[in-house]
């Protein structure tokens, strides 16, 4: 049974750090390209974060220089560095495998809130 499951969001204030977590069970990120997301309230699910399987990486330039995608193919785990956080990263985030391998079924997501 495929299960993603994200942690490590909170409540922060602007210019504060958190770091992402994800579990993954059922598929493996090893091989695939992976991807943070996150929705904004009224807003779509948007890209912020892309690793390729050679450990290349992209982002969204909203996040460029502050965020960091990383993964441990040992332990099948991704992670999201997220530093100088704005109030308009206020999101729930989510990971997934990249959309141009296919997405698997979300997980719960884990809140994201900053405050000014």
């Known amino acids: 049974q495929v299960q993603l499951v994200e942690s490590g969001g909170g409540l922060v204030q602007a210019g504060e750090s958190l770091r992402l977590s994800c579990a993954a069970s059922?598929?493996?990120?090893?091989?695939?390209?992976i991807g943070w997301y996150r929705r904004a309230p009224g807003k779509e699910r948007e890209l912020v974060a892309r690793?390729?399987?050679?450990?290349?990486?992209t982002y969204v330039d909203s996040v460029k220089g502050r965020f960091t995608i990383s993964r441990d193919l040992a332990k099948n785990m991704m992670f999201l560095q997220m530093n100088n956080l704005k109030p308009e990263d206020t999101a729930v985030y989510y990971c997934?495998?990249?959309?141009?391998?296919?997405?698997?079924?979300w997980g719960q997501g884990t809140q994201v809130t900053v405050s000014s």
């Open positions: 690793m390729y399987t050679g450990g290349a990486t």
């Open positions: 059922g598929i493996t990120f090893k091989g695939r390209p």
């Open positions: 997934n495998y990249a959309a141009s391998y296919g997405f698997v079924a």
